[in-house]
């Protein structure tokens, strides 16, 4: 009778242990989903600074600098 009890509390322990473990995988298959989205996103971002860093390359080599700014001093009259 032992034994009986013994195995239906193993049987019981093995199943709350593999309900555990499945929610864990499902957490980890979730955060490494999450992750995946944000390294596409840094990888975005690294894309558009390159653009930015070329177009910027692009203007300063035609030796036109354009500066915006006021004028200190001087007052119209």
Same mark, same amino acid.
């Given at each position: 009778m032992r034994v009986f009890t013994? +195995?239906?509390q193993f049987l019981?322990? *093995?199943s709350r242990i593999?309900? /555990?473990l499945t929610e864990m995988r499902l957490a980890i298959e979730? +955060?490494?989903k999450k992750?995946?989205?944000h390294d596409q996103n840094? /990888? +975005?971002l690294f894309d558009y600074i390159d653009r930015l860093q /070329? *177009?910027?390359a692009r203007s300063s080599s035609k030796g036109v600098t354009v500066v915006k700014g006021f004028n200190v001093g001087?007052?119209?009259k």
């Open positions: 013994k +195995l239906r019981t322990d *093995n593999q309900h /555990e979730k +955060l490494s992750q995946k989205g840094i /990888e +975005l /070329e *177009n910027t001087s007052k119209k």
